[in-house]
């Protein structure tokens, strides 16, 4: 299903844990850089393998929306949102894309707020220290201090929703689309990062 582009998708995932919960709003398959979507054109390509792998590894509930229509995260009442706000989480992650022309990092993490940066670079530093050791990923730039970011997510309703501390984690395609070709799902290497990534957050929340 995540290589569909049928418009407007909401995959759900159920696993054990659902205190942590991760979340693609804007997936489309590699080689689909539009969404059907007036608010929000750009896709995130490949986020919904990412986000996935992510919860498989978490053994957390996820839930991808897939081709939308809408915004997923800037509307309360949208399938995606609401499902989140099912599972009462108190850590949502959520996985979006960037192609670097907006900002010089291959991974940006906000929690919304200045004042949660604590949260944001502790997870940053945590990446940064594992894919130290790792010879394809070590040089990947990855910052987590609100004021030195571009994407912020202060207007997306699922990061500033004060019922869980949500990380909004921006990754540029390297980690998102095959080397070669302009179609496929994620390689090893962003496989790795997801490993080193959920090693992080299981560091920070158990």
Not at 92 to 98: A, K, N, P, S, T
Not at 117 to 146: H, K, M, N, Q
């Amino acid at each position: 299903m995540l290589e569909s582009t049928q418009p407007s998708l909401l995959i759900v995932e159920t696993r054990s844990r659902s205190d942590i919960v991760v979340g693609a709003p804007h997936h489309a398959p590699a080689g689909t850089p539009g969404l059907p979507c007036p608010e929000h054109s750009d896709s995130d390509e490949n986020t919904g393998f990412i986000g996935r792998r992510l919860a498989e590894q978490l053994d957390c509930c996820g839930v991808i929306a897939c081709n939308a229509t809408i915004d997923p995260n800037k509307h309360r009442s949208s399938d995606y949102s609401l499902q989140i706000a099912t599972w009462r989480p108190r850590v949502l992650v959520e996985i979006h894309g960037h192609g670097k022309i907006r900002s010089p990092y291959d991974v940006e993490i906000s929690c919304g707020s200045a004042e949660f940066t604590t949260w944001s670079e502790r997870l940053a530093a945590g990446i940064r220290r594992r894919i130290s050791a790792d010879p394809e990923l070590a040089d990947l730039t990855v910052c987590g201090r609100f004021s030195d970011i571009y994407f912020r997510a202060t207007r997306t309703l699922t990061i500033t929703d004060t019922r869980w501390l949500a990380y909004h984690i921006e990754l540029s395609s390297r980690l998102r689309k095959p080397v070669t070709g302009r179609t496929g799902p994620p390689t090893g290497p962003a496989y790795r990062f997801i490993g080193y990534l959920a090693a992080a957050l299981s560091e920070e929340h158990g």
